[in-house]
């Protein structure tokens, strides 16, 4: 069950479905084949869907907790980097061109890593300009006029460098594997009780028990959407990093 964490959105979804239809015809057979076993009394299966219900909105809660968090990160680097520029340009020259340039060139490099998918390769353009940085730093803090203005600096520049490497980790932070089996598993059993249930009833609530199927996908493909930073639908803005870069022209 795991597969549908790394398949992309539409097929997890058509997978989820028909593994649900086929849940649903099944528990009609088990409903024909044993009337008297298979139909569960009224408050067992509100109970049972009153559960579902739960799950659901526990694991929703968990992925918009972690697209939150995401989105406070950008707001938070962006923040950090633009408070580096303001301490950079209290700087003597050549040190203050110097390290502006190179700010420009790393929130370039910032931006570009939040617009494709999360890997080795992406963070290394990043930790290189990372370097660069400091390094130029290390050579302007021995001729910078202040202690202060030196300590306020290395903070700041540390604090930017810390939210990358912590926007890297939560980008490829996703829900657990388990907590999704878990809930797929719950909603194939209620489909099987559904099937038994709706093999007494005639073919309209057959038709309203498949369009709840239809629900609970959808409701199931919102978390994964919620959960995939980069692959899914919906997105982190990156407009506060935008903004910066557009000031810093």
Same mark, same amino acid.
């Given at each position: 069950?795991?597969? =549908? ?11 989820l ?30 109970a ?6 739960l799950?659901?909105? =526990? ?18 680097e962006?923040?950090?980097?633009g ?15 110097t390290?502006?340039? $190179? ?26 300009? $990372?370097?660069?940085l ?22 700041s ?8 490497a ?9 829900l ?6 878990v809930?797929i ?50 997105q ?14």
């Amino acid at each position: 069950m795991a597969m =549908f964490s790394h398949l992309t959105l539409i097929p997890a979804a058509g997978l989820l479905l028909a593994l649900l239809l086929a849940g649903l015809e099944a528990g009609r057979w088990i409903g024909k084949a044993l009337p008297k076993i298979a139909q569960p009394p009224d408050h067992l299966l509100s109970a049972m869907l009153g559960l579902l219900a739960l799950l659901l909105g =526990f694991t929703f809660s968990l992925a918009l907790n972690r697209h939150e968090a995401r989105r406070d990160l950008v707001i938070a680097e962006a923040n950090a980097i633009g408070t580096t520029w303001l301490r950079v340009r209290l700087l003597d020259e050549p040190h203050r061109t110097t390290l502006q340039s $190179q700010m420009r060139a790393y929130l370039s490099v910032r931006l570009d890593w939040s617009e494709v998918d999360a890997d080795a390769n992406a963070m290394a353009a990043t930790q290189a300009m $990372q370097e660069t940085l400091w390094t130029s730093l290390g050579k302007a803090v021995q001729d910078a006029p202040s202690s202060l203005l030196v300590r306020g600096l290395m903070d700041s520049m540390n604090e930017s460098f810390d939210l990358a490497a912590a926007r890297a980790a939560a980008r490829s932070a996703h829900l657990p594997d388990r907590v999704l089996e878990v809930l797929i598993l719950y909603m194939l059993v209620c489909a099987l009780i559904l099937g038994s249930v709706s093999s007494a009833s005639d073919t309209r609530h057959r038709v309203a028990y498949g369009l709840l199927m239809l629900l609970l996908v959808l409701a199931f493909s919102l978390i994964l959407d919620i959960d995939r930073s980069r692959s899914g639908g919906i997105q982190i803005s990156q407009r506060p990093l935008e903004d910066l870069a557009a000031s810093l022209r």
